[in-house]
């Protein structure tokens, strides 16, 4: 009933930039929150950033100074511009929002997976 469609992945080099982007569609009455999950190979995944309802912000350590998310509520979509990009960030970025449907029910849902890649 809901559907995350997730852009912008791509390969960059040390120190460059990518912006991602996630459009959410479907049955939706509200969106709670919308965060960025990545997944590097072999490792588990782990919660990037989130913005939440109100101006609730939150960074993992590891990407404060250097990602900022942002929300467009009018267009239900969540944006992630990550500047100096590290080798490190290399991962598979997944969206996830967390969605109250027309029914008044809440859902967790996950985008399909926008592969970013940071080499030489």
């Known amino acids: 009933q809901v559907q995350l469609v997730e852009s912008g992945g791509g390969l960059v080099q040390p120190g460059g930039s990518l912006r991602l982007s996630c459009a959410a569609s479907?049955?939706?009455?509200?969106?709670?929150?919308m965060d960025w999950y990545r997944q590097a190979q072999g490792k588990q995944r782990e919660l990037v950033a989130r913005?939440?309802?109100?101006?609730?912000?939150y960074y993992t350590d590891s990407v404060k100074g250097r990602f900022t998310i942002s929300r467009d509520n009018a267009k239900n979509t969540v944006y992630l511009q990550m500047n100096s990009l590290k080798p490190e960030d290399t991962a598979v970025y997944y969206c996830n929002a967390v969605v109250v449907l027309s029914t008044r029910a809440r859902t967790n849902n996950w985008g399909q997976g926008t592969q970013v890649t940071v080499s030489s």
């Open positions: 913005a939440g309802s109100g101006d609730y912000i």
């Open positions: 479907g049955s939706i009455f509200s969106i709670d929150s």
